[in-house]
């Protein structure tokens, strides 16, 4: 995706400079003058965009805005990631991604057309990496043997500020939340597009109302992904160690608690969310709710006056739409052995290549 877009933009006018940021100078006014390249000397601009990611050169550290951490609430802050070649012609490819709860955190595993990738995200708190590397690679099995582990440190919250007078921290510069969501992605594509909808015009009077604009509604979505993700752990009925007990003493965001009340006699509706947008709608709540199966609710009495049978009538109707869809589609091996050319007696799963 990278590539494609660079190509993009080169083929309309954009300048690409490859290079290593090794210092940025700021002007009188404590705005960044310019930035200085490893191999391209000094590289100036009206706008900058803070894309480096957990080091936040730009914003946290050359111009000091200050950061708030949600480690308190959410407290995994490491992860160690394994690349483990698989061959689907034999196995075939799960349908999605899963997530499987562990000692000190969960493992993802991410079915690719020719390997796995998985990593184990964990609570530094109540694990080292080398218990997490150990637990990962007992999780896979021996195909993890010669896998090279990538540790990973991540830095959970977000700038107080996401544009500070001429720059913009975009995705992992400005914030990061629990990533059991994978909300990495939709945190970089709004910022983008709140960028757009906010470009400033060169007149400091209305470009820094485009600023507080732009900064609260980033703000805003990063609160209300922390307190989705709490939800995650809060809502969970594991209690078999001191990582899963503590899920449901530690702090929650300020408004959470009260939402969590009221859910308990009536699951969460748009009206009774956090009430700022954060990508999430009322009824992925539910499912986390409904599935995590560690709060105590309840239908609504209402319910109970009515009658079923439609509804009823209708969930078989799915399930048998289902099942039917199983039985004519193509596996998701076959579809990715189609789209990457193979011949067709190569695309079942089974097969040699």
Same mark, same amino acid.
């Given at each position: ?98 997530a ?28 080292t ?20 582990a ?13 544009w ?13 939340v ?26 400091? !009077?209305? =470009?820094?109302?485009? $600023? ?5 509604? @980033? +703000?805003? /979505? ?18 078999d ?67 079923g049978? !439609?509804? =009823?009538?209708?969930? $078989? ?5 289902? @099942? +039917?869809? /199983? ?26 290549r």
């Amino acid at each position: 995706m990278a590539k494609f877009l660079t190509r993009y933009g080169v083929a309309r006018g954009v300048r690409h400079v490859l290079d290593d940021v090794v210092d940025v100078a700021l002007d009188d006014q404590g705005a960044i003058d310019h930035v200085r390249t490893r191999e391209h000397g000094d590289v100036s601009g009206d706008l900058y965009i803070d894309c480096t990611g957990f080091r936040s050169l730009l914003v946290n550290k050359a111009l000091q805005e200050p950061f708030i951490s949600f480690q308190n609430h959410l407290p995994n802050d490491s992860a160690v990631a394994l690349r483990v070649p698989v061959d689907m012609a034999v196995h075939g490819i799960r349908p999605a991604t899963t997530a499987t709860a562990t000692d000190a955190g969960w493992i993802w595993t991410i079915p690719l057309f020719e390997r796995l990738g998985t990593g184990y995200v964990y609570a530094s708190e109540y694990s080292t990496p080398d218990e997490a590397e150990r637990k990962l690679r007992e999780f896979v099995g021996p195909a993890a043997d010669n896998a090279t582990a990538n540790h990973i440190k991540m830095r959970i919250g977000r700038s107080e500020r996401a544009w500070v007078k001429n720059c913009v921290a975009i995705g992992l510069s400005n914030g990061f939340v629990e990533p059991l969501e994978s909300t990495g992605i939709f945190i970089i594509q709004n910022g983008i597009e709140q960028l757009v909808k906010n470009f400033p015009v060169g007149q400091e !009077a209305t =470009d820094e109302g485009l $600023r507080r604009t732009y900064n609260l509604q @980033a +703000a805003h /979505v990063m609160d209300g992904l922390r307190e989705f993700m709490v939800l995650h752990w809060y809502a969970s009925r594991r209690t078999d160690n001191q990582y899963w007990r503590d899920t449901k003493t530690r702090e929650i965001p300020d408004g959470l608690a009260e939402r969590l009340e009221q859910w308990k006699v009536k699951l969460p509706d748009q009206n009774s969310l956090y009430p700022h947008y954060h990508g999430f709608e009322s009824y992925s709540y539910r499912a986390i709710i409904l599935g995590m199966g560690g709060l105590p609710v309840q239908p609504l009495p209402v319910l109970g006056l009515l009658d079923g049978t !439609a509804a =009823d009538r209708e969930f $078989r109707l799915v399930a048998d739409q289902a @099942a +039917a869809l /199983v039985e004519k589609l193509p596996s998701q091996y076959e579809y990715f052995a189609h789209l990457h050319g193979l011949p067709p007696a190569q695309r079942k799963a089974g097969t040699t290549r």
